[in-house]
């Protein structure tokens, strides 16, 4: 009885500690907040080239075009806007960041306050200063095309309105474009939480801009 007893215990708390373990690793796996210098750093144009890095496709004179077109745009993309604006992002340098917003809302949770005054920071720096940044909002699956693809609006201007009021970023240099549930990020599980991000892609440089 004794040593059934003891074996129920260290069974329990072998359960207990690799419970434990899984969160942890979700955790993990979860997308983790980046420091101001980790975004500024993935955001910045590299003048080098890299052995370890893949050089991107360059961008073409139309590209730069549409960018200044689009460029301080009121009213939001067009179908045909957003898809050339992603056709583009793999060109350019970009980060994803796990924005929190209160469910089915796009209302900012308090959890994501650290994570905007970080991008703040990162945008205003001097080396990203008078770039033109893409605002990409994209939801999980979860849900029907129209809602996710509103939804994925409002929260991209959600977060252009925190980086002009907090951070006085020109308005003008932050493209808002949302995807909705179009471009999941974890395409073997798509409603996995890491498709649930705000994708962040310097768009052109100050001088690039400015031509």
Do not use: C
Not at 18 to 46: C, F, N, P, Y
Not at 80 to 109: C, G
Not at 112 to 120: S, T
């Amino acid at each position: 009885m004794i040593w059934q007893k003891y074996s129920s215990i260290a069974l329990a708390a072998a359960l207990l500690s690799g419970g434990l373990a899984l969160v942890s690793l979700h955790r993990t796996a979860q997308a983790e907040d980046l420091s101001a210098q980790q975004i500024l750093d993935r955001l910045k144009v590299s003048k080098t080239r890299s052995l370890s890095t893949p050089e991107r496709p360059a961008m073409t004179a139309d590209d730069l075009a549409f960018v200044r077109r689009v460029r301080g745009q009121a009213r939001s993309l067009s179908l045909d806007d957003r898809e050339h604006m992603a056709e583009i992002a793999p060109k350019r340098p970009k980060v994803d960041l796990d924005i929190n917003f209160e469910y089915n809302s796009a209302s900012l949770s308090p959890k994501a306050e650290p994570q905007l005054r970080d991008l703040g920071k990162a945008l205003s720096s001097a080396e990203l200063a008078g770039a033109v940044m893409m605002l990409g909002g994209h939801t999980d699956a979860k849900g029907g095309d129209d809602y996710n693809q509103h939804l994925s609006e409002r929260r991209t201007e959600t977060v252009k309105r925190f980086l002009v009021q907090n951070y006085r970023i020109p308005a003008e240099n932050l493209i808002s474009a949302g995807y909705g549930k179009k471009g999941l990020k974890n395409t073997a599980d798509p409603l996995a939480a890491e498709n649930r991000r705000v994708e962040i892609v310097n768009m052109a440089e100050r001088d690039e801009a400015a031509r």
